[in-house]
């Protein structure tokens, strides 16, 4: 097999000129990834791939460990030999394959590297540490690093911004609310501000530090509190919170022990059992220190359930281990069901019809979550992410979900859950015809500037991907563009289009993910995809495509001044564009040929198209990850589709995405 981007170098030629696109080679290749992904189905009906980020979570983890005096030294170890091995060229650790320095994963990974043993004079940790010093310090770590890094008595408690319990207590009137954040943000900073008002200590037993990654001694430093949005509102805030240190120990003898009462309750309620605090490892890692600071017994049951749930992220390959931000097997399910019902699969095929069944058994049916703060008059009807998180169910999720059920066209035996699916997500439209992914109306934009938001992250606004998603769900189900929730959502999607046709992917890498997005939701709503906007952004994906055939988009794309930047092709972008461009009609074009054509020769192992730049972001600019199901189950999708368009009578696919 020889690489799109070799024949290129070798011929000069584009990869497709003189190497068409052959019906029997496009058979054999899909029915490989067919066989390769049915294999790798789970006994009971689901799938789920790894889910990797950068170097934080695996150091937290390590931190963690030493925090609680629950060393594990072979497993540490196994982690290390991961940290040293993802090290970036310019000594630090970046937050995405081949990424820029980030100063606060580089931190946490050194201090974990130290903790683990290893030597200050080693070569790697002397550049590290000369890549810290170079970029301003320690002292320029974020938020996070620094509430870390005060628990472990390297800063004191001032280099944070002031986060009360007791904040926790305050009306729903009141400039801030738990409400008012993102469910990731709620469940991180709960247990987080309990951590805070303790001034928990962690008991690093070995008693290492990091003084030496410091410019200047962390005693002296003045400026810890930054504008994270550089408005006149943040500076005013930073005010705010010096006035909050004076009256701040008042504070706490009048309330911290009803406001512990509620993040308790808060937290036990949503314990979530072996998938932990919201399923996601910071706040797991987070509830876990808060029972270490009021003095849990290890063997509590609470206690030993958030630890398993800390533990279950591991990822173990040979003598190298890392840890996932979460696990995503609903999410991984349904896209491999889509795929495989691209592919040919029908309903009573067992792959199709356990996975529908497990499914169908993961739909949150009686708890009423979060989201109910701002939609209280739903009932129940979505599916999360994880395996469970039920105060936490997904839109994006529910919309994909649902629309794996549909097409598979079982009958009555899916109808009452696409039915309770359809009402909530109807119910969960904000007010400016978009979808966010947890919660409607989550769009408090002053809390962006509180001196405890500099990741820019705090908020869950509608986005272009996850509205798409709703869309193409409604229109699959039989809701037509006069439908209102519809039309306003289609209203949504124009008003975000950019100025040169593309749109912005908040949950995937980046403009391409969007764009495909937003293509598939106007396709399935029955837009005329000669729009001119259409066309706009139609031209923007062939403008992009690589001289290799396929598309690419760095994660950098996620800072404005970087949109464009692009280190290669990947099959799960290249998988992306493809599939935005049959989306709009064009699978008899040239860039659809030959992006097929870069799929059919990207180097794979059986059904996994190889892939080491990341795909997915978590918060762009902070936090980035690698879905390794992406590069096996979109370019077996679009294969499967382009079969099905370029040999069939319809040129625009009849599914909602």
Not at 72 to 91: P, S, V, W
Not at 184 to 192: E, G, Y
Not at 266 to 286: C, H, Q, S, T
Not at 391 to 418: C, F, H, K, Q, S
Request: charged residues 25%; glycine residues 8%; negative net charge.
């Amino acid at each position: 097999m020889m690489d799109a981007s070799v024949y290129l170098r070798e011929t000069g030629a584009p990869a497709t000129e003189g190497n068409p696109v052959g019906d029997g080679e496009l058979n054999a290749i899909i029915d490989e990834a067919t066989r390769w992904l049915t294999d790798r189905q789970n006994a009971d009906g689901h799938w789920v791939f790894e889910l990797e980020a950068d170097a934080t979570i695996p150091a937290e983890y390590i931190l963690l460990n030493h925090f609680l005096d629950e060393i594990d030294d072979e497993r540490e170890h196994r982690l290390a030999r991961y940290l040293r091995r993802i090290q970036g060229k310019h000594g630090g650790w970046p937050l995405f394959h081949d990424g820029d320095f980030d100063m606060s994963a580089s931190v946490k990974a050194y201090y974990a590297l130290k903790l683990v043993g290893d030597s200050v004079e080693a070569p790697h940790m002397r550049r590290a540490r000369a890549a810290i010093l170079a970029h301003g310090g320690a002292e320029r770590a974020n938020v996070f690093t620094r509430f870390t890094l005060a628990m472990f008595g390297q800063v004191p408690w001032r280099a944070c911004p002031v986060t009360p319990i007791e904040a926790v207590l305050l009306p729903r009137w009141s400039p801030f609310h738990t409400t008012k954040v993102s469910y990731w943000s709620r469940t991180v900073m709960t247990p987080l501000m309990v951590l805070y008002s303790r001034r928990a200590r962690a008991i690093n037993p070995r008693g290492i530090g990091v003084q030496e990654l410091f410019r200047r001694n962390p005693e002296d430093v003045r400026d810890w509190m930054k504008n994270p949005t550089g408005h006149w509102i943040g500076e005013t805030l930073i005010q705010v919170d010096k006035v909050l240190r004076v009256i701040e120990p008042a504070v706490h003898r009048l309330f911290r022990g009803k406001a512990e009462a509620w993040a308790l309750d808060f937290i036990e309620k949503r314990l979530n059992g072996k998938d932990g605090l919201g399923g996601i490892y910071p706040a797991i890692a987070n509830t876990l220190m808060v029972y270490q600071t009021l003095g849990y017994a290890k063997d509590h049951p609470h206690y030993r359930i958030a630890r398993e749930a800390v533990d279950g992220l591991c990822v173990r390959h040979g003598d190298i281990e890392y840890v996932q931000p979460c696990l995503s097997p609903v999410w991984d399910t349904c896209l491999a069901s889509h795929a495989l019902q691209e592919a040919g699969l029908k309903a009573n095929d067992p792959a199709i019809a356990k996975s529908n069944e497990w499914l169908r058994g993961r739909q949150v049916l009686s708890v009423v979550g979060d989201w109910a703060h701002n939609r209280g008059h739903l009932e129940p009807g979505g599916w999360a992410f994880q395996y469970w998180n039920d105060y936490y169910p997904d839109v994006d999720d529910t919309a994909v979900v649902v629309m794996a059920l549909d097409r598979a066209n079982e009958g009555d035996v899916n109808r009452e859950a696409i039915k309770r699916a359809e009402a909530w997500i109807k119910g969960m439209q904000s007010a400016n015809g978009g979808w966010g992914a947890f919660d409607a109306e989550n769009n408090t934009e002053f809390l962006n500037h509180i001196p405890f938001a500099d990741h820019g992250a705090l908020l869950d606004p509608p986005t272009v991907d996850v509205s798409a998603r709703c869309l193409g769900m409604l229109a699959q189900i039989g809701c037509p563009l006069t439908d209102p929730v519809v039309q306003k959502g289609v209203e949504f999607l124009w008003s975000e289009q950019e100025e040169d046709g593309s749109w912005f992917g908040r949950w995937g890498t980046n403009y391409i993910y969007g764009t495909w997005s937003a293509l598939n939701a106007l396709n399935a709503v029955d837009v005329d995809m000669q729009d001119p906007r259409v066309r706009k952004a139609v031209q923007w994906l062939k403008d992009r495509q690589q001289p290799d055939g396929g598309w690419g988009e760095d994660c950098a794309t996620y800072w404005k001044e970087r949109k464009g930047e692009v280190k290669g092709s990947t099959p799960t972008q290249t998988a992306w564009a493809v599939l935005g461009l049959m989306a709009a009609g064009e699978v008899d074009s040239p860039e659809v040929e030959r992006g097929i054509r870069y799929l059919l020769d990207a180097p794979r192992d059986g059904g996994k198209w190889q892939e080491e730049l990341y795909n997915a972001v978590g918060f762009p600019r902070i936090f980035y990850l690698r879905y390794h199901g992406y590069s096996a189950y979109f370019p077996l999708w679009a294969l499967a589709r382009y079969r099905s368009l370029s040999q069939g009578n319809s040129k625009f696919p009849l599914t909602g995405m």
